[in-house]
Nanobody, 117 residues
Framework: QVQLVESGGGLVQPGGSLRLSCRTSGTIFSANSMGWYRQAPGKQREFVARISTRGSAVYADSVKGRFTISRDKTENTVFLQMTALRPDDTGVYYC???????????WGQGTQVTVSS
């Protein structure tokens, strides 16, 4: 069973920052782009950011300039550094291995991010 373990979520005030982590197996991590998605209450899951095996990143317009995706091959982990957080960033954040715009595996538990004063 593929494991994608997200962590780092929490409650933060508007304007604050959080750093999310997603750890997976070395085989999956080394072979694939990795991406972050999020799902707000009552809404569909949406793309947030993706990073290729070479480190090239793509972002949703809504997070450009505020979020940074990175990957660490020594830890088989992909990170999402989130700054200038807004209430509409609230949701459950998920990671997955990607091929193009398609997620490869079943979604994990995700990590909850709540932006509220």
């Amino acid at each position: 069973q593929v494991q994608l373990v997200e962590s780092g979520g929490g409650l933060v005030q508007p304007g604050g920052s959080l750093r999310l982590s997603c750890r997976t197996s070395g085989t999956i991590f080394s072979a694939n782009s990795m991406g972050w998605y999020r799902q707000a209450p009552g809404k569909q899951r949406e793309f947030v950011a993706r990073i290729s095996t070479r480190g090239s990143a793509v972002y949703a317009d809504s997070v450009k300039g505020r979020f940074t995706i990175s990957r660490d091959k020594t830890e088989n982990t992909v990170f999402l550094q989130m700054t200038a957080l807004r209430p509409d960033d609230t949701g459950v954040y998920y990671c997955n291995a990607m091929t193009g715009a398609t997620a490869l595996y079943s979604w994990g538990q995700g990590t909850q991010v709540t932006v509220s004063s």
